[in-house]
């Protein structure tokens, strides 16, 4: 699940995409985010966010991500400077 200024969104695609272009999956309409800025890859059990070489970058609980970073449990995310909270499972608390 993904939130996003105030509204939630669950995903159970492999590949998330995040960015500007309205045909990601989660799209940011921060002018500090790019096109394709990010995307959220969920296979089996695990949960990964990859900075696609945006140029603001990926921040996972104020650490920048440089390539992958994995996401378990309840997560602040921003991508560039849009904050994004990200649950890696649905039955998680905030």
């Known amino acids: 699940m ?4 105030g509204n939630t969104a669950a995903f159970s695609d492999k590949l998330i ?3 500007k272009l ?3 999956s989660l799209q940011i309409d ?3 985010a790019s096109r394709r800025h990010a995307v959220i890859v969920n296979m089996g059990n695990e949960v990964w966010l990859h900075d696609l070489h ?3 970058g990926s921040w996972v609980d104020g650490i920048r991500v ?12 921003k ?7 990200v ?8």
């Open 66 to 77: 440089i390539g992958k970073q994995p996401l378990m449990g309840v997560h602040d995310v």
């Open 17 to 19: 995409s995040i960015g």
């Open 2 to 5: 993904i939130e996003y200024r």
């Open 22 to 24: 309205s045909k990601n």
């Open 30 to 32: 921060a002018p500090s």
């Open 79 to 85: 991508i560039g400077h849009a904050s994004l909270r």
């Open 54 to 56: 945006s140029t603001v």
């Open 87 to 94: 649950w890696s499972r649905d039955d998680l608390i905030t």
